[in-house]
């Protein structure tokens, strides 16, 4: 299994939403990075994720999310009406994926960005969240950055 944080801001798409969602899943669509695309491209049904609130009064990791569908074209980027239309994108050769996640559950307590850049340099050193200068969507998460962040929540 692999672990992966998913960002996005609230007034977009928050965790609530993706909880009132139909079958508690959504596709992740609108990814317009190419290492985040190849970072879902490789995400394996069952996988897990942070769900991470960004661009908001306090981010942080607000709950968990499971993979339930993987990799597959992002309809969104050859729609000319969605905010995420790409036109070098062609629906016989995509250049954009997307994965349906399903909420899992809320995390008890929010763990914010602040908390975390607290461990940046010894128990989360090397996650790319922490990381200056890092606008990724989505990123990978290591087993043991994933074991220590659970152990955060209590």
Same mark, same amino acid.
């Given at each position: 299994?692999?672990?992966?944080?998913?960002?996005?801001?609230?007034?977009?798409?928050?965790?609530?939403?993706?909880?009132?969602?139909?079958?508690?899943?959504?596709?992740?669509?609108?990814?317009?990075?190419?290492?985040?695309?190849?970072?879902?491209?490789?995400?394996?049904?069952?996988?897990?994720?942070?769900?991470?609130?960004?661009?908001?009064?306090?981010?942080?990791?607000?709950?968990?999310?499971?993979?339930?569908?993987?990799?597959?074209?992002?309809?969104?980027?050859?729609?000319?009406?969605?905010?995420?239309?790409?036109?070098?994108?062609?629906?016989?050769?995509?250049?954009?994926?997307?994965?349906?996640?399903?909420?899992? +559950? *809320?995390?008890? $307590? /929010?763990?914010? !960005?602040?908390?975390? %850049?607290?461990?940046?340099?010894?128990? &989360?050193?090397?996650?790319?969240?922490? +990381? *200056?200068?890092? $606008? /990724?969507?989505? !990123?990978?998460?290591? %087993?043991?950055?994933?074991?220590?962040? &659970?152990?955060?929540?209590?």
């Amino acid at each position: 299994m692999n672990y992966w944080l998913f960002k996005s801001e609230p007034e977009e798409f928050s965790l609530d939403d993706l909880k009132n969602a139909k079958a508690r899943r959504d596709h992740w669509d609108g990814v317009r990075n190419y290492q985040a695309r190849n970072f879902m491209r490789s995400m394996k049904k069952g996988d897990q994720g942070f769900f991470y609130h960004s661009n908001c009064p306090e981010p942080g990791i607000v709950g968990i999310v499971e993979i339930c569908r993987e990799a597959y074209p992002d309809h969104t980027a050859f729609d000319p009406n969605d905010k995420h239309f790409d036109p070098k994108s062609d629906p016989e050769n995509p250049r954009w994926f997307m994965v349906d996640v399903r909420y899992k +559950r *809320r995390l008890k $307590r /929010l763990i914010s !960005l602040q908390e975390l %850049k607290e461990y940046a340099d010894s128990e &989360l050193a090397g996650l790319a969240l922490v +990381r *200056r200068g890092n $606008r /990724l969507s989505v !990123l990978p998460v290591s %087993k043991p950055h994933w074991n220590f962040i &659970l152990k955060l929540e209590r």
